[in-house]
């Protein structure tokens, strides 16, 4: 080690050469010294070079694939029900990794994507299939939502801006983000508006499924690192979409009164077949969406159509309490903390379902109710010394009536 009576000025970096009063200050070693600059450039040199070895330790094989089976499963322990959705969404992501892995130099056989289109209304879980699968994945995996993009030249997001969450989940590899997989959220807010698409300018609509044809089709695209129009010059990274897969969710909402029930003809009264009114979202099929305002192309650049059912009670008092993340576990482990006991009576959860069944916002509306519930608790007990609290069904009603009444107050 150097000596502690060397002065200031003749003590210098082992690495630049710089002395002790050129830098901001110097770490001491046995034999050597190294500045704050030197020291923050080798840690960016190992984590890029830890980085670039977990990647190539993550190189996709075919026998470490989980299979659609082990997904499904893996999606059981996190979102309740909706086991149709769970095998569409579970074989696409499987059949995309084999994509990946083919050898086109065997034979002439090359294996196309199949984008997915998953149908459902509000608060049954189409987000959630999405951000449990991404869990998962071996591969670049992002959320967007359709709702922000506008045709170019609009105020609003363009086309490609979609692939830029993609790239920054990549850590802006290339390569990496041409295998990624892309949820589209929302895709039914970019229907067309109407038949007649000459009366107004339709800019979030028809425009943007034709800008989103080449996405899905797979073609080069010019992609802003940095997003839109807040770096106008900014340089444009090429990304290929050829083996991105692209899964869209939408709410579709008044979709299921075009579809069509009625049997017509002599053998009518024979041939009728029970219809589940309740869930007319299992009957939809791609003309159906077309009717509603996707245009032909892009319904066909999403061949794989599911459907998530309606979550009837038992299904949200499930939600409530059963998946490894349930809603009930997060404010368990919020109090648990704070070394606070937090208990639930089992008709506060009935009550909890009520509420959610009456408001009719799904799964989605269930942890509002809850955050109604809790927010006095969360407010009052981390500055109380207490042990332990019992939420009950008198106590969650009070709650319930008193959110109520000042909202009443403040309309």
Do not use: W
């Amino acid at each position: 080690m150097e000596d502690s009576k060397t002065p200031r000025n003749k003590r210098k970096c082992s690495f630049c050469g710089r002395s002790e009063n050129e830098v901001g200050f110097l770490i001491t070693g046995m034999n050597g010294c190294i500045c704050d600059s030197c020291s923050e450039q080798a840690y960016e040199i190992t984590k890029e070079a830890l980085r670039q070895s977990q990647g190539k330790a993550e190189e996709l094989n075919l026998k470490e694939l989980p299979k659609p089976q082990q997904i499904k499963e893996f999606l059981d322990e996190y979102v309740i029900g909706q086991d149709d959705a769970k095998r569409y969404l579970s074989v696409a992501v499987y059949n995309h990794y084999k994509r990946l892995l083919q050898n086109a130099d065997e034979d002439d056989v090359e294996i196309e994507k199949s984008n997915i289109i998953m149908v459902g209304s509000t608060g049954t879980g189409k987000t959630l299939l999405a951000r449990t699968i991404a869990k998962l994945l071996h591969v670049p995996f992002t959320i967007v939502d359709a709702t922000v993009l506008t045709e170019a030249g609009y105020v609003g997001e363009d086309i490609e801006s979609l692939l830029t969450r993609l790239l920054q989940v990549a850590d802006y590899n290339v390569a990496e983000a041409e295998k990624g997989i892309v949820f589209i959220d929302e895709i039914d807010k970019i229907a067309r508006k109407g038949d007649n698409p000459s009366i107004t300018r339709d800019v979030s609509g028809e425009g943007v499924q034709q800008g989103l044809l080449k996405l899905l089709e797979g073609s080069v695209v010019n992609v802003p690192p940095q997003g839109g129009r807040k770096h106008p010059d900014q340089k444009m990274i090429q990304v290929n979409t050829k083996n991105i897969l692209f899964i869209c969710g939408g709410a579709f909402d008044g979709i299921a009164q075009r579809l069509n029930t009625n049997v017509v003809g002599y053998s009518a009264a024979k041939e009728t077949v029970k219809i589940d009114r309740g869930n007319m979202m299992q009957y939809i099929a791609p003309q159906d969406l077309k009717s509603f305002g996707l245009i032909p192309e892009i319904i066909g650049r999403l061949p794989i159509l599911t459907y998530l059912n309606p979550l009837d009670r038992n299904a949200l008092r499930s939600i409530l309490t059963e998946p490894k993340n349930s809603i009930i576990k997060q404010y368990v482990k919020l109090f648990k903390m704070d070394k606070i006991e937090l208990v639930f009576q089992p008709e506060v959860f009935e009550y909890i379902v009520d509420k959610a069944i009456e408001y009719k916002l799904g799964a989605r509306g269930l942890r509002s109710i809850v955050e109604t519930i809790m927010m006095d608790m969360m407010f009052e007990l981390p500055s109380k010394k207490v042990k332990s609290f019992e939420v009950t069904l008198d106590y969650a009603q009070k709650q319930m009536d008193k959110a109520n009444i000042s909202r009443l107050q403040n309309a």
